[in-house]
């Protein structure tokens, strides 16, 4: 389930693509609840916070490649949010911090803007 890499999802038609990404954000958003409700310290905490960091690292490179067609000042706030979404995962994962819900309201507010 899910054996598809995002560059995967850059590579097929922008409807297929767009498919992709929602499912893929879908599938970061419940693993994320799965750890919220299991805590910081579980498995599932692990899984979770391990695919939110491979999606933000892959939404990252391809914002910062120049092919890419977001205008300059969406990419800049969409990179912002990405820094900031890997900071929290480590965050959790370190032990900073517990709690899960900012990381998932970012990635639902995003999921949503893929609508």
Not at 42 to 51: C, G, M, N, P
Not at 96 to 106: C, Q
Request: hydrophobic share 45%.
């Amino acid at each position: 389930m899910y054996q598809f890499s995002y560059a995967d999802v850059l590579e097929t038609s922008p409807k297929v693509a767009r498919e992709r990404e929602r499912q893929v954000f879908e599938r970061s958003i419940e693993l994320l609840k799965a750890a919220d409700e299991k805590g910081p310290n579980s498995i599932e905490a692990v899984e979770a916070l391990t695919f939110s960091r491979r999606l933000w690292a892959a939404l990252l490179e391809d914002l910062a490649s120049p092919d890419n067609a977001l205008p300059d000042e969406l990419r800049a706030q969409i990179i912002s949010i990405g820094i900031w979404a890997v900071r929290e995962a480590e965050n959790i994962r370190l032990g900073k911090t517990a709690d899960f819900k900012p990381l998932i309201d970012v990635t639902t507010a995003l999921y949503e803007g893929l609508q």
